[in-house]
C-alpha cells in the first residue's frame, strides 16, 4: 500500500469513526432484533438432518460424472531445491493410469490469487503450481496420477522416482528469527500500536509479570477430507468442491486458467467441517490442470496424509505478554508482542494481539506481531486465528498478575473492564461481559474457588478450577446480495451464495428469513452452495449469518417497495409506503393498524403475476469502523491432575457468552460447545510434530496427530446473555469461533490453581504437568 493509499484509507477510517449515528449502516436496530417472534431463538433442529442421516446429503466427492478418472498426488521429499530428476516411468505403465502430470507437461497456469489480497482472492498460498522445477516445502505436490481407479492412482504414485539438487533451507525457527523478522500485517492493516511508553511504565509499575508463552504448529483435521470434482466442457470449468466461499472460489480459478468469472460454476451443497482450511489450495488446481488435459471429469480426494501435505493449519508463535498494575488491579501498562512463522507465498501472521487491543483498558499499550520467514507449507486461517493463542497468552497472564496482587481472578478482570474501545475510543456497539462472568460465576459455582493452589485433593488428583475471557470481533465483509422470489402460492426461495458447513446456516436462515417474510418455516426454501447465485459470502470470520442476513434484509426491503407498487387504489394497503408497513401472517400490513392488511396471494394475483423475484446488496459494513464490534464470553474449567502419572482431566466446562440475540438456541449451543472441545485440544493435546532438521511433518495421521475423542470431552455447560446489539442484522453477532478463544487459558489457570504448575507452552503434557514440586510417586495411592 503506497503513502497516498495509506493516508487516505485513515482519514476515510476517522469520517466513518465520526460520523452521525444516522448515515451508518446499523443505526436502527434490525426490526428482528427485539421482535419476539416465536421462530427467533427457538431449537429448531437442522432441516439438513435428515439428508445426512439418509445418506442423501452429497459431499464434494460424491458426485458421480460419466468417464471420471480419479487423481493421486506425490509429493516432494525435501524443504528447498529443485527436481533434479523425475522418472515416471514406470507409473506411467502401471494398470489403469490415464496420465501423469509434473510440471513438464502441466497447462499454463497463472498465479493463484492469494487470499486477502482482493476482494475474492481465495489462495492459501501463491507459491507456482506445476510451472517450474522448484521445490518450495517438504510435502509439495510434484506429480500427479491420474488413473480409473483411486487404487491404481495412489499405487502408481509409490512408482514415481526423484532426486533433487538441494538447497539450504530455513526450517528451524531459532535461525527464522536470527535471520530477521518483518513487521505483520493482517486485513491490510499493521498489526503494530503503540500508546505510551508501554516499557516504561512497566518498569515503573508495583505489580507487573512479564512471561514468555508458546503455541505450537496445528493441523486441520476436519472430517471431510479435502475434495474435488471437476468437469471441462469446452471453455467452460465446472467443480463441486468442498469450500467456504464458492464465489470467490469461481473467480480465482477463473484468474488462474485465464478465463471469464462466468465460466466456472462451483458447487458446494455440503461441507464436512471447514474451520479456515476449505479455500483454495494446490489440489483443486491440479485437478483441473489435468482434467483438461485428459479431457475428462477428474476427482481429487486428499488422504489424511495429503491434507498434512497440501493444506495449511495454524503456525507456531512465541508471545511475550507484559502487565503492569497497581494495587488496586488497574493495568498502567499491557505488552503484548512477539513472533510467528510465515512462508514468502502467504498473508497471514498468526494476529495474536487481537484481543488484547479490545478486552482491557490500560494506560498504556505496546502490541506487536513480528514475522520470521520458513521454508515451510503456507500457514492459513484455523478457527478464530489470532484470538485463539493470543488468549491463551494474555489470560494467563491476567491470571498469573492475579495471583501476585492476591485479587480474585474475576474481580481484577472486571477492574479493567473499558468504558470505550481501549485503542480507538470508539464506542462498543454492544458489551455485556461482566453480566457473562456473573451469570457464568454463579452457575459454576465461583464461590468455591482457593486463591492456594492444591487445597482440594480427591484421592490421587488434585482438583482446581480457572477461568478466561473469550472475544472474537463482529466482522461483515462487503459483496452480501440476495434474490427472493416470491410465489402466489405463498412461497419464498432465498438464494445467496452462501454455505452450509455443519453450524446450522440453512436452518437459522430459514428461521430469519420466515420470520422476516411473515411465513412459516415450511413456505421458505433457503438455497446456497452455488456461485450462480448473489452474493460474495465467505463462511470465515463468524460473519456468514451477518453477511446473509444483512442481504436478506436489503433484498426485503426491495420486496416490499414492489409489493406496494403492484397494489390497486381499492387495496387496503393504499397510500402506504413500505416503512409504514410490515410482513406477516403471509402478506403486508400496516404497522399500526391491522385491519389494513392483504396478502401476497391476494397482491400477485391482483397484479396478474404468478411471483415476485428482487435482488439486492448489502450497504457497505461501515458499522465496523464506527463502532467497536465485538462479542465476549467467560470461560470456566474444572481440571484434576493426577500426582501420580500427572495425567491431566477436564471436568467440567461451561461458557457463558455474549454475542447479541441467539438465532437458534439448539445449533449456536453446538457451535459454542464444538469451539470448546477444539480449545480443551488447543490446550491439552493438538500439536503438528515438525521436524526442523528437514520440514517435514512427522505425525501425519489422526493415530499421531491427537484430538479430543469423547473420552476426553466432559459435559460441557452453555449460556448466553441473549441481549441484542442494536447495530448488526438481527440483533446477532457471530457464534461460529468465540468458543475456542479463553477455553485454552481458562484450563491452564485451573491446572496451576489444582497443582501449582505454571504451564506457558502448549499443549499441557505429562512431562509438563507432572513438573511441579511434590509431583513424587506417593506409593499409599499405589496399593504399597
Not at 510434484?142 to 487404487?151: D, H, K, R, V
Request: hydrophobic share 45%; charged share 20%.
Amino acid at each position: 500500500m503506497t503513502i497516498v493509499q495509506t493516508g487516505a484509507t485513515a482519514v476515510s477510517t476517522k469520517a466513518v469513526e465520526l460520523a452521525p449515528d444516522a448515515y451508518i449502516p446499523g443505526a436502527k436496530p434490525d426490526p428482528l432484533a427485539n421482535d419476539d417472534h416465536s421462530l427467533i431463538g427457538a431449537p429448531v433442529s437442522r432441516l439438513d438432518g435428515p439428508l445426512k442421516v439418509q445418506g442423501q446429503a452429497r459431499f464434494a466427492a460424491e458426485f458421480s460424472i460419466r468417464g471420471m478418472a480419479y487423481a493421486s498426488l506425490v509429493y516432494s521429499t525435501i524443504a528447498k531445491g529443485r527436481i533434479a530428476t523425475l522418472n515416471t516411468a514406470a507409473a506411467e505403465a502401471a494398470p489403469g493410469v490415464v496420465m501423469v502430470m509434473t510440471h513438464h507437461n502441466a497447462p499454463p497456469m497463472k498465479q493463484v490469487p492469494l487470499f486477502l489480497t482482493g476482494e475474492k482472492a481465495l489462495g492459501g498460498s501463491s507459491s507456482p503450481v506445476f510451472q517450474d522445477d522448484a521445490v518450495r516445502w517438504n510435502g509439495q505436490p510434484i506429480a500427479l496420477i491420474l488413473a480409473e481407479t483411486q487404487e491404481q492412482a495412489d499405487h502408481a504414485g509409490t512408482l514415481v522416482r526423484t532426486t533433487y539438487f538441494t538447497e539450504t533451507a530455513v526450517t528451524a525457527m531459532s535461525v527464522a528469527k536470527a535471520n530477521g523478522t518483518a513487521p505483520g500485517t493482517f486485513q491490510g492493516e499493521p498489526l503494530k500500536t503503540e500508546v505510551g511508553d508501554a516499557e516504561a511504565v512497566l518498569a515503573a509499575a508495583p505489580y507487573q509479570v512479564d512471561e514468555i508463552y508458546r503455541t505450537p504448529r496445528h493441523n486441520h483435521n476436519a472430517i471431510e477430507l479435502h475434495a474435488a470434482t471437476v468437469a471441462w466442457n469446452g471453455d467452460e470449468l465446472t467443480i463441486h468442491d468442498a469450500s467456504q466461499a464458492v464465489a470467490h472460489m469461481a473467480w480465482s480459478m477463473a484468474e488462474v486458467f485465464a478465463i471469464k468469472e462466468e465460466q466456472v460454476h462451483v458447487t458446494s451443497p455440503f461441507v464436512g467441517g471447514g474451520f479456515g482450511g476449505k479455500t483454495l489450495w494446490q489440489h483443486q488446481v491440479l485437478a483441473a490442470a489435468a482434467s483438461k488435459i485428459a479431457g475428462r471429469p477428474v476427482r481429487i480426494v486428499l488422504s489424511r496424509e495429503g491434507v498434512y501435505r497440501v493444506v495449511g493449519g495454524r503456525t507456531v508463535t512465541e508471545q511475550r505478554v507484559a502487565i503492569g498494575a497497581q494495587a488496586d488491579g488497574r493495568f498502567d501498562a499491557l505488552i503484548h508482542t512477539g513472533v510467528v512463522a510465515m512462508t514468502e507465498h502467504n498473508a497471514l501472521p498468526e494476529p495474536f494481539v487481537l484481543p488484547a487491543q479490545c478486552v482491557y483498558a490500560a494506560g498504556s499499550f505496546k502490541l506487536d506481531v513480528e514475522v520470521a520467514t520458513m521454508n515451510m507449507l503456507a500457514n492459513t486461517f484455523m478457527r478464530a486465528p489470532g484470538e485463539a493463542v493470543g488468549t491463551f497468552a494474555l489470560e494467563s497472564a491476567v491470571d498469573e498478575l492475579a495471583e501476585r496482587l492476591g485479587m480474585d481472578p474475576i474481580a481484577l478482570r472486571m477492574r479493567n473492564e473499558p468504558a470505550k474501545d481501549p485503542l480507538t475510543g470508539t464506542p462498543f456497539s454492544s458489551r455485556h461481559l461482566d453480566e457473562a462472568y456473573r451469570m457464568g460465576a454463579q452457575r459454576f459455582g465461583w464461590a468455591n474457588w482457593s486463591s492456594k493452589p492444591g487445597t482440594r485433593r480427591e484421592g490421587e488428583w488434585l482438583v482446581g478450577i480457572g477461568c478466561a475471557t473469550a472475544t472474537y470481533p463482529y466482522y461483515r465483509m462487503p459483496g452480501g446480495a440476495a434474490r427472493i422470489t416470491l410465489s402466489r402460492e405463498g412461497h419464498a426461495r432465498v438464494e445467496v451464495a452462501a454455505h452450509e458447513m455443519g453450524m446450522g446456516t440453512a436452518t437459522a436462515q430459514t428461521q430469519v428469513a420466515a420470520a422476516r417474510l411473515g411465513l412459516r418455516m415450511d413456505q421458505v426454501s433457503f438455497v446456497y452452495g452455488d456461485s450462480a447465485f448473489p452474493g460474495i459470502v465467505l463462511a470465515g470470520g463468524s460473519q456468514q449469518s451477518a453477511s446473509i442476513g444483512a442481504a436478506v434484509s436489503a433484498a426485503h426491503r426491495v420486496l416490499v417497495t414492489e409489493l406496494l407498487e403492484m397494489i390497486g387504489g381499492e387495496s387496503p394497503l393504499a397510500g402506504l409506503k413500505a416503512d409504514e408497513v410490515g410482513c406477516l401472517h403471509g402478506g403486508l400490513g400496516k404497522l399500526d393498524d391491522s385491519q389494513r392488511f392483504e396478502s401476497y396471494a391476494s397482491i400477485l394475483e391482483g397484479a396478474g403475476r404468478d411471483e415476485i423475484s428482487v435482488e439486492a446488496s448489502a450497504p457497505p459494513p461501515l458499522e465496523m469502523r464506527h463502532w467497536s464490534m465485538h462479542s465476549f464470553g467467560a470461560i470456566f474449567c474444572e481440571a484434576r491432575v493426577n500426582v501420580v502419572s500427572a495425567e491431566v482431566r477436564v471436568n467440567r466446562l461451561l461458557g457463558a457468552f455474549d454475542c447479541g440475540r441467539i438465532l437458534n438456541a439448539k445449533t449456536a449451543a453446538s457451535q459454542f460447545r464444538g469451539g470448546m472441545i477444539m480449545g480443551i485440544g488447543l490446550a491439552l493435546m493438538e500439536e503438528t510434530q515438525f521436524d526442523e532438521r528437514n520440514g517435514r511433518v512427522m505425525n501425519r495421521s489422526l493415530a499421531e496427530y491427537h484430538v479430543p475423542v469423547n473420552m476426553d470431552v466432559p459435559e460441557i455447560d452453555v449460556m448466553w446473555t441473549d441481549i441484542p446489539d442494536p447495530h448488526t442484522p438481527m440483533g446477532a453477532r457471530g457464534v461460529g469461533e468465540i468458543g475456542i478463544t479463553g477455553t485454552a487459558a481458562a484450563i491452564a489457570n485451573a491446572v496451576y490453581n489444582a497443582c501449582g504448575k505454571r504451564i506457558r507452552d502448549l499443549p499441557i503434557t505429562l512431562d509438563k504437568a507432572g513438573r511441579w514440586k511434590g509431583a513424587e510417586t506417593d506409593s499409599s495411592l499405589m496399593g504399597y
